[in-house]
């Protein structure tokens, strides 16, 4: 009789840490956040049916693909004097940018809302959400966001959520 208590109550342990460890493997992993800090955020200019700048998700990690970016961001108008920084130390920074799509008859943001550090990625989630009550045909936007974060050897995805 005392055998079996043991054997049940050694059965009932046993069965308490299987479940305890399948419990703790299902949970949802935590990632770290990493903060970012805004570069530029806005509204590019759009020309008609002339769309000057084309729908992007992009890591900047040197200088000149950065000196190249901001050229054509000032290719119709100046948008980099908007910049809160346009100089990059990039041995310390890179640069995260999104650009949406050009879209018509509404107003839509798009935000980088976090950067999570994954084990073997950073995962950037960007959220672009229609801001009009109604549409409106005289009206065409494109925004961008553009962050710098610590520079990292990880490769960086892109997450888009429509809202």
């Not at 419990?23 to 805004?38: A, G, R, V």
């Not at 949406?100 to 509404?106: G, I, K």
């Not at 961008?144 to 990880?154: G, L």
């Amino acid at each position: 009789m005392k055998n079996s208590k043991i054997k049940m109550l050694c059965t009932i342990a046993w069965l308490l840490c299987f479940a305890g460890n399948f419990y703790s493997c299902s949970e949802k992993e935590e990632h770290e956040q990493i903060p970012f800090i805004l570069v530029a955020k806005g509204s590019l200019p759009q020309y008609g049916d002339y769309c000057v700048y084309p729908q992007i998700s992009a890591v900047f990690t040197y200088e000149e693909e950065w000196e190249m970016f901001k050229a054509a961001m000032d290719r119709v108008n100046k948008l980099t004097d908007s910049f809160s920084e346009v100089e990059i130390d990039f041995d310390v920074y890179q640069i995260i940018t999104v650009i949406d799509e050009v879209r018509w008859h509404s107003i839509w943001s798009i935000d980088i809302v976090s950067i999570e550090d994954r084990s073997d990625k950073i995962v950037a989630t960007v959220v672009t959400e229609n801001q009009s009550k109604h549409i409106s045909p005289e009206i065409v936007s494109q925004h961008y966001h553009i962050v710098k974060i610590p520079v990292t050897k990880k490769r960086i995805e892109f997450k888009h959520i429509n809202k």
